[in-house]
Every structure is written in structure tokens, then in C-alpha cells.
């Protein structure tokens, strides 16, 4: 089956402080690809990053990096140096193929919460 | 680019009406999705289309759920007859596909139902 797990109902940080968002996937697909998306308080789904199965090297964007360990099927959030306007629910999201087409599957989402 | 629109953003109405939400897509992406999300469910695909095709409806809930997607540029979501449970922020979704794999879904604002 395939899955998404975000075992992490909350996160708590400080400011410039660095913080790890985990994901832990199950797909039997040999190609899948992997987003993250941040959902603030407004409600907007925001994408931020994106991993395919086949990247030799882990996917950055600005402040956010993706830690890909294939063999363990993770892909967990870097937010480096984070700031008062992280504070956001976060979404780890995998796209999966079937007959019909593809689409993507969510993790339940974690909340992230920085304080000054 | 103006993003996906999606019209009303907020919705109340009584249980046995009819709801009809709508979706723009960002012109030039050839799939679009319906989601729902709730706290308890988290964020669930409802259907799919691609270049304007349903291609998997499977989690459209009931009969009482219909989706259309007569052209390109716009998308309906119905609920006849609307029921309490729901109640939820329905999200509307455009992607492009492209060869690299890259196809990150895009999320319109949202609308916020509630059936009382």
C-alpha cells in the first residue's frame, strides 16, 4: 500500500534555530516523487520543495532542504534558521501512479511552532 | 500568473441545499484535483481530471458529491443535497505535467463550507 507518515503532531523551535520535519513513505513504485508543502494559519497550501526517486543529490530551496534516504524511505524538512513566519502546519505529500493516473497522497501534516 | 481561483470562499448554508463550488485553473496546467480537508481526515483527494477527463473518482463519498470540468478554464464541485458532515474547506488544485517529474501541484485558496 501506498502511504505517507508524519509521526510528529508538533514542533516547537526557537527563532535561527534549525529544525527537522520528518517523513517516512511506503510505495512499491520504483519512481515517486516526494513534496513538502506549508500550510499557514490563512489556510493557503503553499509548495516548497520537491524530491524525485531518481535524484542523486537532496533537494534544496533557499532556507529548506530535503534529507532523502532512500533506502530508509524518508524525506524529511530541513528549515534552516528559522523565522516567526515558519510557524505553519506542514504537509509531506507523495505522488502515486495507478492505472488511472497520478495524484498525490498526504501525510497527516505536522504543526511547527517558533517562538522569539 | 493569478494562481487558482476559487469562488465563494466561504459558504454557509442549510442541510438539504444544493452547494456549488468553483475552481479556475492557472491557465496551461492540464490536470486539476478537488480536495477536502477536515481535522478529522486530514486532507483527502476527492477527484481528478486530466485535460478536462475524470480520471479517478474514487473518493468522491457519496452520489450527493458530482464534479464537472466542461472546459480548460473551470471546474464545479456539487453537493446536492448538502449534509452537516460536510462541512469542510474544499481545495481546488492545478498541475502541469512535465517530463522531469517535477509536477507540483498548485492549491487555490480554499473554501470553507459549513452545512448547519
Known amino acids: 500500500a501506498q502511504k505517507i507518515t508524519q509521526t510528529q503532531p508538533g514542533m516547537f523551535v526557537q527563532e535561527k534555530e534549525a529544525v527537522t520535519l520528518d517523513c517516512t513513505y511506503d510505495t512499491s513504485d520504483p519512481s515517486y516523487g516526494l513534496f513538502w508543502y506549508k500550510q499557514p494559519s490563512s489556510g493557503e497550501m503553499i509548495f516548497l520543495i520537491y524530491?524525485?526517486?531518481?535524484?542523486?543529490q537532496n533537494a534544496t530551496e533557499g532556507r529548506y532542504s530535503l534529507n532523502f534516504q532512500k533506502a530508509r524511505k524518508s524525506a524529511n524538512l530541513v528549515i534552516s534558521a528559522s523565522q516567526l513566519g515558519d510557524s505553519a502546519m506542514y504537509f509531506c505529500?507523495?505522488?502515486?501512479?495507478?492505472?488511472?493516473?497520478?495524484?498525490?497522497?498526504f501525510g497527516k501534516g505536522t504543526t511547527l511552532s517558533v517562538s522569539s | 500568473d493569478a494562481g487558482v481561483i476559487q469562488s465563494p470562499r466561504h459558504e454557509v448554508t442549510e442541510m438539504g441545499q444544493e452547494v456549488t463550488l468553483r475552481c479556475k485553473p492557472i491557465?496551461?496546467?492540464?490536470?486539476l484535483f478537488w480536495y477536502r480537508q477536515t481535522m478529522m481526515r486530514g486532507l483527502e483527494l476527492l477527484i481528478y481530471f486530466n485535460n478536462n477527463v475524470p480520471i479517478d473518482d474514487s473518493g468522491m463519498p457519496e452520489d450527493r458529491f458530482s464534479a464537472k470540468m466542461p472546459n480548460a478554464s473551470f471546474s464545479t464541485l456539487k453537493i446536492q443535497p448538502s449534509e452537516p458532515r460536510d462541512s469542510a474547506v474544499y481545495f481546488c488544485a492545478s498541475r502541469r505535467s512535465r517530463a522531469s517529474g517535477q509536477d507540483e501541484q498548485y492549491f487555490g485558496p480554499g473554501t470553507r463550507l459549513t452545512v448547519t
Open positions: 524530491q524525485g526517486s531518481y535524484d542523486q
Open positions: 491557465s496551461g496546467h492540464n490536470s
Open positions: 505529500a507523495m505522488r502515486i501512479s495507478n492505472q488511472a493516473g497520478t495524484a498525490l497522497i
